[in-house]
């Protein structure tokens, strides 16, 4: 059922490429990869080892996981600041920042966020935003040195975790999904703010993050750059969901509702799953999503080869109830 689901969906267009892996706390119950890794200009077939750029679910997966391990640590608290916003406040999207910025068309991305970055007060409602987390990976080098070696040693190595990675070297490119051909999708959003940037890439993506800003950024600035195949992605969920990367009362603080939809990091209630549902999705057509024991796990490129509009919501709907029917 999920694969004729997911291949009439690569014959519909919506995405060349689909790797899955679904199942329970207790460990993946049913995957499979579909479609073409690459589709132009070669023709890679994808397999349950191909690396997908997993774009915003690096938001909860990494940087939301290492801020939550120094509030465990007791090295800093939720309510404490940083560069004038709680991390409570950065972690829920309660910050009033805008939603995005070019950071790159400008010369100290933090000082654009200072000066550019409001859209609203803080706490007056919920925008969703790359601002907040990339704040929040300035934090992590602050705390702990380095985010991308934090990040390894913190959650990659100790899940035993072999293709979660940042900054994936060039020997891995023919397992890596392509992403975009050239920059047109931010390119169109700064012609649509009036802001100029000469330096918009013009070939195909693929092995870098798709994300402009954490590619101008040096290969992800906290709010994407993860690369990751469905395997591990599921391995990350699973483990927060058992407590293994941050202790139990974190998670249910996390997975509360902060402020709207947002709890810590996670987004809450899925398509097609139940209110108490907690997970994240990303631009490059990826999502992770818990619910009670399930876990579910979707890894496409619907950008490749380009980033066309697409109704993934409903999708990502539908595979969930396509996998709950499947009794998975």
Same mark, same amino acid.
């Given at each position: 059922? &999920?694969?004729?689901?997911?291949?009439?969906?690569?014959? &519909?267009?919506?995405?060349?490429?689909?790797?899955?892996?679904?199942?329970?706390?207790?460990?993946?119950?049913? *995957?499979?990869?579909?479609?073409?890794?690459?589709?132009?200009?070669?023709?890679?077939?994808?397999?349950?080892?191909?690396?997908?750029?997993?774009?915003?679910?690096?938001?909860?997966?990494?940087?939301?996981?290492?801020?939550?391990?120094?509030?465990?640590?007791?090295?800093?608290?939720?309510?404490? *600041?940083?560069?004038?916003?709680?991390?409570r406040e950065l972690l829920s999207h309660s910050t009033g920042l805008r939603a995005?910025?070019?950071?790159?068309?400008?010369?100290?991305?933090?000082?654009?966020?200072?000066?550019?970055?409001?859209?609203?007060?803080?706490?007056?409602?919920?925008?969703?935003?790359? &601002?907040?987390?990339?704040?929040?990976?300035?934090?992590?080098?602050?705390?702990?040195?380095?985010?991308?070696?934090?990040?390894?040693?913190?959650?990659?190595?100790?899940?035993?975790l072999r293709n979660a990675q940042f900054r994936p070297p060039a020997s891995l490119?023919?397992?890596?999904?392509?992403? *975009?051909?050239?920059?047109?999708? *931010?390119?169109?959003?700064?012609?649509?703010?009036?802001?100029?940037?000469?330096?918009?890439?013009?070939?195909?993506?693929?092995?870098?993050? !798709?994300?402009?800003?954490?590619?101008?950024?040096?290969?992800?600035?906290?709010?994407?750059?993860?690369?990751?195949?469905?395997?591990? /992605?599921?391995?990350?969920?699973?483990?927060?969901?058992?407590?293994?990367?941050?202790?139990?009362?974190? /998670?249910?603080?996390?997975?509360?509702?902060?402020?709207?939809?947002?709890?810590?990091?996670?987004?809450?209630?899925?398509?097609?799953?139940?209110?108490?549902?907690?997970?994240?999705?990303?631009?490059?057509?990826?999502?992770?999503?818990?619910?009670?024991?399930?876990?579910? /796990?979707?890894?496409?490129?619907? /950008?490749?080869?380009?980033?066309?509009?697409?109704?993934?919501?409903?999708?990502?709907?539908?595979? !969930?109830?396509?996998?709950?029917?499947?009794?998975?």
């Amino acid at each position: 059922m &999920l694969d004729s689901f997911l291949q009439r969906e690569i014959d &519909l267009g919506s995405f060349a490429a689909a790797s899955y892996a679904v199942g329970t706390v207790g460990g993946i119950q049913r *995957e499979n990869a579909l479609g073409k890794a690459v589709a132009v200009p070669l023709r890679i077939a994808a397999t349950l080892d191909t690396i997908f750029d997993c774009a915003s679910i690096t938001k909860p997966l990494v940087t939301g996981t290492l801020i939550l391990q120094a509030v465990a640590a007791g090295r800093i608290r939720l309510e404490d *600041e940083y560069r004038g916003f709680t991390y409570r406040e950065l972690l829920s999207h309660s910050t009033g920042l805008r939603a995005w910025l070019p950071l790159y068309a400008f010369g100290d991305p933090l000082r654009a966020i200072e000066e550019q970055g409001r859209e609203c007060a803080r706490g007056e409602k919920v925008i969703y935003s790359d &601002l907040n987390f990339v704040l929040l990976y300035h934090a992590i080098d602050e705390l702990y040195g380095d985010y991308v070696t934090a990040a390894r040693e913190r959650i990659f190595e100790p899940l035993g975790l072999r293709n979660a990675q940042f900054r994936p070297p060039a020997s891995l490119r023919p397992r890596i999904a392509a992403t *975009e051909w050239g920059q047109r999708y *931010e390119r169109n959003m700064c012609a649509a703010r009036g802001i100029e940037f000469r330096g918009f890439r013009e070939d195909l993506m693929w092995g870098e993050t !798709h994300d402009g800003n954490s590619f101008h950024g040096g290969g992800t600035v906290g709010n994407a750059g993860l690369f990751s195949t469905a395997r591990d /992605v599921f391995r990350i969920a699973q483990a927060w969901a058992m407590g293994e990367l941050v202790p139990p009362d974190i /998670v249910h603080e996390a997975t509360r509702q902060q402020m709207g939809d947002r709890g810590l990091g996670w987004q809450l209630s899925g398509p097609g799953l139940s209110p108490a549902s907690w997970g994240h999705t990303g631009f490059t057509g990826t999502s992770v999503w818990i619910d009670g024991e399930r876990i579910f /796990v979707l890894l496409t490129n619907r /950008v490749h080869p380009c980033a066309a509009p697409i109704a993934m919501q409903k999708i990502r709907g539908e595979f !969930h109830r396509v996998a709950l029917l499947a009794g998975s």
